[in-house]
């Protein structure tokens, strides 16, 4: 597993050997204290982070991964993993991604394709950009063309 945290200008990757990556807010940084002033955006942030582990242990294709980006749970809102404006929050999911990478090839090095989709994951469309390591500044070109921004 390949943990991502990012607060502002700040990261922090945490590694394992689940071949799965997640990313997620104040489990390694220091960004409890700052969501627990801004209302409910502490609590909420963790029962997303609840429903992500428990979503993430049944998923084992690229398809499973969507869904569980584009879930709901109960309800749709500041708690759910697709997140949506409700009565304690107006944030929303601006960006979900998904990396996948595939060690099943003839040529023996592993194909890469970042899919990202802009906006709520429900109401969007993944876009696939393949990216070729190491990644020159003509991959780089090419999958900037294809980003959603
Ligand atoms: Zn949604």
Redesign the pocket.
Known sequence: MLGIELAGSDHSIEWSERRVLRTSHHIMLDTEETLRSEGTAYDDSVKRVERGYDLIRQVSTVEEVFTML?D?GES?GPT?I?R?AGPTSEAVTTMSYAIEIDYNTKSGRPRIVFHVAKG?P??SKYVAIPIIFPADDEIMNRATQFYPY
Do not use: E
Request: proline letters at 0%; a neutral charge.
């Open positions: 584009g709901h749709q759910s697709c949506h709520n429900c109401q």
